[in-house]
């Protein structure tokens, strides 16, 4: 028990590292990179590589493009695309909608997370999108 919790400690703490808010000065030099007109397309494309069955995805826009930064990773600026995917698994079956960040720099994914059960992750998600 003991070493899960350090386990945990641990994985926050790298999780956390650069998470400090960016200063209205780095605010104001950030690259972005170009808006993302094609935005739905990008985040398509990019389900085509990550999903099991790409061609069932019902993806659902919420919210974006805007722009954000990310400290997950190392500080990153980009715009961000909030939505719903249900696609379907393995076993052909739908795997209920999840809510998915998606940042967009420079017509690429530059990082993606997905709901997937962890509380950590869904509150990372939530705040990323502005839902919290």
Request: aromatic share 12%; proline share 4%; with cysteine.
């Amino acid at each position: 028990m003991m070493k899960l919790k350090i386990f945990i400690a641990a994985t926050l703490a790298l999780l956390l590292n650069g998470c400090a808010a960016p200063s209205a000065e780095d605010l104001a030099k950030a690259d972005y990179g170009s808006y993302p007109s094609n935005y739905e397309q990008i985040i398509k494309r990019h389900l085509d590589m990550v999903l099991k069955d790409p061609e069932s995805a019902k993806v659902t826009f919420l919210k974006g493009p805007y722009t954000g930064w990310s400290g997950l990773g190392g500080r990153k600026f980009g715009y961000i695309v909030c939505a719903d995917v249900n696609a379907k698994n393995s076993y052909g079956g739908y795997t209920g909608g999840k809510l998915s960040y998606f940042m967009i720099k420079n017509d690429a994914v530059i990082q993606y997370m997905f709901s997937d059960g962890n509380p950590i992750t869904q509150g990372m998600i939530e705040t990323g999108c502005g839902f919290r």
